[in-house]
């Protein structure tokens, strides 16, 4: 049989492989010229200052696209932002199932109930431990524990070898709100060796040592922080984590507080836990309105904003702008949370805020009051132990994460290591190998309403006007070279100084260069916009040391 007609296990990775975010992955089999595709995961990273006006940027589908009527499902490991935060805006184009737990699937209902999105996908839930079949494969969802309900793991099975793509995961032998990472399974994959095993991995924590710490330890360090402080204790943190929420509000029912809750994605996600049955047992948790009837000294409010956004309540808090809750001096603020890179200055700017007020600020540079849901290298070495895997592919993360994960499992033995990056194709079997830049990849952004490429995005403008401002000039001139109307003039973000204004030195040069431009020429609009053009931006950059954006506007009348 020709090399290009046997049976083959590759995988895509579309995103997420060369940054942090915006994971995506297309897994195909059969023979090169005929495979049949499912996809793993769909979801977002967030625009930052290098992209003004960027909400959500998701990886491009145009690969998924070409091949639409050989794509047969999407495969959703958990509801975190960065693994689904995409499926609605790219999905209901291609009309195919989505398979998915109960939280995720609940997840995804809520959020187009409140983003207010039309479209809709068609879900099928899964459960760990209960195989489904897609086409030439078989699926299985694999408990893995991770900061947010029902985390799975996949193992996707096909005749010429299997993959267990992990999702995100860690090793958390006591985790709050979730089940343990399903190690006896994880064990049993590895004694199968029926057919050879590729591990899709993790690479987030690759670089750090050890084991990272357990829920439980965080919960232990918050019911201490709650317990001994003498007024309000509020507490900021993903409102995806619903264990760290439940180990707030036990803490709190032990101190003998009430629990206040502010922030919409908290008051969603806690619905959908207690709707699921997670939060069995616990006492209501309050809404902000009733925060002034709560005795100052049993009071938790929970509040959302841990990554500094502006519009959250912790900000608004800090700024002292919230409609309802107020913070005082002697009151602790703690921060069960890291900040995402990127969002570091963010969060400072309202720490500093806090203390100025007299709050006290816990961070986890001041105990253990949050933890990772990503895996250290001991616990990558476990998980190599564990299923004995023929192949590693490391996954989610940055090059520096991706080269560490790929030095670790060369160190533990693994025949083959196959260092990739977004676009390329990996042969995972028969005989492993990385094709590299074998795939169109891409970004889409969401500006707005708009799904846009970056080229079509205007950001580079954006960045234009943003540095150097703009100043637009109108004028219309007759036939014979004469104004009759203008120059009308809008200056737009440039500096203005009680020494000097750059209006005038702009009206002052536009005067100039029209009684530089002889009346004949004045008529011909493009030369005369030309002249206008260069006057004012090197008049300007002359004064202001930087150059603007002009738009001159030269009308013939």
Known sequence: MAKTQRDELVFVPLGGVGEIGMNMGAYGFGPENARKWIVVDCGVSFGGPDLPGIELIMANPEFLEERADDVLALILTHSHEDHYGAVLDLWPGFEKPVFATPFTSAMLAAKRAGDGIVENVDITIMRPGKPFTVGPFTIEAINVAHSIPESNGLLISTPVGRALHTGDWKLDPTPVGNAPTDVARLQAIGQDRSTPLALICDSTNAMKDGESPSEADVAATLAALIAEAPHRVAVTTFASNVGRVISIVRAAQKAGRQVVMS?????????????????????????????????????????????????????????????????????????????????????????????????????????????????????????????????????????????????????????????????????LFPEPMVLQAEVRTGELYLDGLVLCTPEESGVKGRRRLSFGGHIVVSLCVNGSGHIVSGPDLVIEGLPETED????????????????????????????????LFKGIRNEVNAYWGRKPNVSVFVHRV
């Open 263 to 427: 922030g919409r994605s908290l008051h969603r996600i806690t619905g959908i836990a207690r709707e699921l049955g997670m939060l069995e047992g616990l006492p209501p948790l309050l809404d902000q309105d009733a925060y002034k009837s709560v005795p100052r000294d049993k009071c938790v409010l929970i509040c959302t904003g841990s990554q500094g956004e502006a519009r959250a309540a912790i900000a608004r808090i800090a700024r002292g702008d919230h409609p309802v809750i107020d913070l005082t001096a002697g009151d602790r603020m703690i921060f069960s949370s890291w900040a995402i890179p990127g969002n570091e200055r963010e969060v400072i700017d309202i720490q500093n805020l806090l203390i100025d007020k007299g709050i006290e600020i816990i961070t986890q540079k001041d105990g253990l009051v949050h933890v990772t849901g990503h895996p250290r290298r001991d616990e990558l070495r476990k998980l190599y132990e564990w299923t004995k895997p023929d192949v590693l592919v490391p996954v989610h993360g940055e090059a520096m994460h991706l080269d560490a994960h790929a030095k670790l499992g060369r160190e533990a033995g693994i025949a083959n290591v196959c260092e990739t990056r977004n676009g390329d194709l990996v042969r």
């Open 500 to 531: 000097e204004s750059l209006t005038d030195l702009v009206e002052d040069t536009i005067a100039g260069v029209l009684k530089s431009v002889p009346a004949k020429r004045r008529s011909d609009t493009e030369v005369l916009n030309s002249a």
